[in-house]
């Protein structure tokens, strides 16, 4: 066995896997690398439960949530496998313990009468930006949704709006540069596209709203 240390099989491994992720999916695997796996196991040529125990600790004490700390062993275990794949490292099973948190935020839930309040506000002080509000009030899209939908997604006689794609930043490292960039993607499932019926108010913002960009493009 040829040894190579887990940054060497993380760059082998971003070119293998490139092909078959979203460029966002992608980005966020090497968001993970560069700030977090690398700079604790960048020279070292084995996984063992203690280290990554210990890694899941010291991310804890940072602060970091559960879940953000497995997806970050989601990838480390990708680079593990990858290694093992091609001979470069041993396989280890690891047995992470997460410990419990005492305190709990209670998540905080919009009442019925505030949503109300803020739908009947954006009707009386109307705005471009607020329009998307409105909208992932009335209908439950994710802003990303919002932002990526186009006239020919709303379908006025029916009533409804259909999802089939979703815009988002991603951050991007590229020759060590490091920058964001907006990208057009289709949802994460089959179940995400979909068709959503619209309430009879947004309905007539949206129609009043096609009658002056079907106006402004014809001038």
Known sequence: MSK??????AAAWKEYKRPYVKRSTMAAYLLILENHLLPCFRNSDSLQEQAVQDFVLQKMEEGLSVKSIKDMLTVLKMVMKFGVKNEWMNHYEWDIKYPSIATSKNTEVLTVANHRKILSYIQDHFSFP?????????????????????????????????????IERIYVIEGGKRHTELVINTPKTKNSCREIPMIKELASIIKSLKKVSTRISTC
């Open 130 to 166: 607020s329009l998307g509000i409105y909208i992932s009030l009335c209908t439950g899209l994710r802003i990303g949704e919002i932002c990526a939908l186009k006239w020919k997604d709303i379908n006025i006689p029916d009533g409804t709006i259909t999802v089939s794609r979703t």
């Open 4 to 9: 190579k240390t887990i940054e060497e099989i």
